[in-house]
Nanobody, 121 residues
Framework: QVQLVESGGGLGQPGGSLTLSCTAS????????MKWYRRAPGKERELVAR????????KYAESVKGRFTITRINAKKTVYLQMNSLKPEDTAMYYC??????????????WGQGTQVTVSS
């Protein structure tokens, strides 16, 4: 079955860096666009970054542009989110998502269980 497993979350320092990973199984990874979402307590879910199935097209939320980088290695069935210059407002549960559409999500998307990122000194 489709499985997405996130890792790499934890406690980060303001101004520091963390790298999240999401490893996929159960589907043809290279055919799907990948996205990172986050949800902070009391806030709506936010689409942080997305990457096309070939790894060329990317798009970022304004809140993370210039600080976060999404990449993927199709041979490893893994997508990454490099997070630099961390801010306390980056604190959230981060979710990996696989979908057939780049610009939107739908009910057919697959989700991981999430990994918690906490930015605090």
């Amino acid at each position: 079955q489709v499985q997405l497993v996130e890792s790499g979350g934890g406690l980060g320092q303001p101004g520091g860096s963390l790298t999240l990973s999401c490893t996929a199984s159960g589907f043809t990874f290279k055919e799907y666009h990948m996205k990172w979402y986050r949800r902070a307590p009391g806030k709506e879910r936010e689409l942080v970054a997305r990457i096309g199935n070939f790894g060329v097209a990317t798009k970022y939320a304004e809140s993370v542009k210039g600080r976060f980088t999404i990449t993927r290695i199709n041979a490893k069935k893994t997508v990454y989110l490099q997070m630099n210059s961390l801010k306390p407002e980056d604190t959230a549960m981060y979710y990996c998502c696989a979908g057939s559409k780049f610009f939107e999500s739908d009910d057919n998307d697959s989700w991981g269980q999430g990994t918690q990122v906490t930015v605090s000194s």
